[in-house]
Nanobody
Protein backbone atom coordinates (compact mmCIF):
# COMPACT_ATOMS: atom_id res chain seq x y z
CA UNK A 1 0.00 0.00 0.00
CA UNK A 2 1.42 3.35 -1.07
CA UNK A 3 1.63 5.86 1.75
CA UNK A 4 3.05 9.34 2.19
CA UNK A 5 3.58 10.75 5.67
CA UNK A 6 4.60 14.32 6.44
CA UNK A 7 6.28 15.54 9.59
CA UNK A 8 8.12 18.59 10.87
CA UNK A 9 5.38 21.17 11.04
CA UNK A 10 4.89 23.42 14.03
CA UNK A 11 4.73 26.95 15.33
CA UNK A 12 7.48 29.36 14.38
CA UNK A 13 7.97 33.10 14.58
CA UNK A 14 8.08 35.15 11.40
CA UNK A 15 11.58 34.98 9.97
CA UNK A 16 12.18 31.54 11.41
CA UNK A 17 12.79 28.20 9.75
CA UNK A 18 11.24 24.76 9.60
CA UNK A 19 12.17 21.58 7.77
CA UNK A 20 9.35 19.38 6.58
CA UNK A 21 9.88 15.72 5.77
CA UNK A 22 7.82 13.33 3.67
CA UNK A 23 8.33 9.61 4.12
CA UNK A 24 7.15 7.48 1.23
CA UNK A 25 6.43 3.80 1.69
CA UNK A 26 4.86 0.89 -0.11
CA UNK A 27 6.92 1.19 -3.26
CA UNK A 28 9.94 3.01 -4.63
CA UNK A 29 9.44 6.58 -5.79
CA UNK A 30 12.87 6.88 -7.32
CA UNK A 31 11.47 7.41 -10.80
CA UNK A 32 8.62 9.74 -9.79
CA UNK A 33 8.36 13.47 -9.48
CA UNK A 34 7.20 14.62 -6.07
CA UNK A 35 5.68 17.85 -4.84
CA UNK A 36 4.80 19.93 -1.82
CA UNK A 37 1.42 21.61 -1.74
CA UNK A 38 -0.16 23.79 0.91
CA UNK A 39 -3.65 24.84 1.83
CA UNK A 40 -4.55 27.75 4.07
CA UNK A 41 -8.02 28.12 5.61
CA UNK A 42 -10.53 29.33 3.04
CA UNK A 43 -8.05 29.01 0.18
CA UNK A 44 -7.44 26.49 -2.55
CA UNK A 45 -4.61 24.01 -2.29
CA UNK A 46 -1.59 25.42 -4.11
CA UNK A 47 1.63 23.97 -5.45
CA UNK A 48 4.65 25.13 -3.46
CA UNK A 49 7.55 23.19 -4.96
CA UNK A 50 8.28 20.22 -7.20
CA UNK A 51 11.24 17.95 -7.73
CA UNK A 52 11.73 15.49 -10.58
CA UNK A 53 13.31 12.09 -10.33
CA UNK A 54 16.50 13.70 -11.67
CA UNK A 55 16.46 16.39 -9.00
CA UNK A 56 15.24 19.30 -11.10
CA UNK A 57 13.27 21.73 -8.98
CA UNK A 58 10.53 24.27 -9.49
CA UNK A 59 9.05 26.73 -7.02
CA UNK A 60 6.05 28.97 -6.66
CA UNK A 61 7.05 32.61 -7.03
CA UNK A 62 5.95 33.29 -3.47
CA UNK A 63 8.58 30.96 -1.99
CA UNK A 64 11.50 31.31 -4.41
CA UNK A 65 14.70 32.08 -2.62
CA UNK A 66 13.28 31.05 0.76
CA UNK A 67 12.26 27.39 0.37
CA UNK A 68 14.36 24.48 -0.86
CA UNK A 69 12.95 21.13 -1.94
CA UNK A 70 15.15 18.06 -1.92
CA UNK A 71 14.91 14.29 -1.92
CA UNK A 72 16.86 11.26 -0.80
CA UNK A 73 15.93 8.43 -3.14
CA UNK A 74 17.85 5.86 -1.13
CA UNK A 75 15.62 6.59 1.86
CA UNK A 76 12.42 7.28 -0.10
CA UNK A 77 12.28 10.70 1.56
CA UNK A 78 11.49 14.22 0.40
CA UNK A 79 12.16 17.44 2.29
CA UNK A 80 11.17 21.08 2.28
CA UNK A 81 13.53 23.49 4.00
CA UNK A 82 11.62 26.67 4.73
CA UNK A 83 13.56 29.77 5.71
CA UNK A 84 12.41 33.34 6.24
CA UNK A 85 8.90 32.19 7.05
CA UNK A 86 6.13 34.73 6.75
CA UNK A 87 2.63 34.73 8.26
CA UNK A 88 1.24 34.09 4.79
CA UNK A 89 3.16 30.79 4.66
CA UNK A 90 0.91 29.40 7.40
CA UNK A 91 -1.02 26.43 6.05
CA UNK A 92 -1.31 22.68 6.09
CA UNK A 93 1.49 21.32 3.95
CA UNK A 94 1.00 18.12 1.95
CA UNK A 95 3.37 15.94 0.01
CA UNK A 96 2.11 14.51 -3.24
CA UNK A 97 3.08 12.26 -6.07
CA UNK A 98 1.38 10.83 -9.09
CA UNK A 99 2.20 7.19 -9.66
CA UNK A 100 0.51 4.74 -11.95
CA UNK A 101 -1.80 7.59 -13.10
CA UNK A 102 -3.09 8.01 -9.55
CA UNK A 103 -2.58 10.86 -7.11
CA UNK A 104 -1.23 10.06 -3.67
CA UNK A 105 -1.36 12.53 -0.76
CA UNK A 106 -0.10 12.55 2.76
CA UNK A 107 -2.26 13.54 5.70
CA UNK A 108 -0.63 16.97 5.96
CA UNK A 109 1.39 18.79 8.58
CA UNK A 110 0.39 22.15 10.06
CA UNK A 111 2.71 25.12 9.79
CA UNK A 112 1.82 28.14 11.91
CA UNK A 113 3.76 31.40 11.66
CA UNK A 114 3.33 34.06 14.31
CA UNK A 115 3.97 37.69 13.45
Amino acid sequence: QVQLAESGGGLVQAGGSLRLSCAASGTSFISDAMDWYRQAPGKQRELVASITSDGETNYADSVKGRFTISRDNAKNMMYLQMNGLKPEDAAVYYCHTNKWLRDYWGQGTQVTVSS
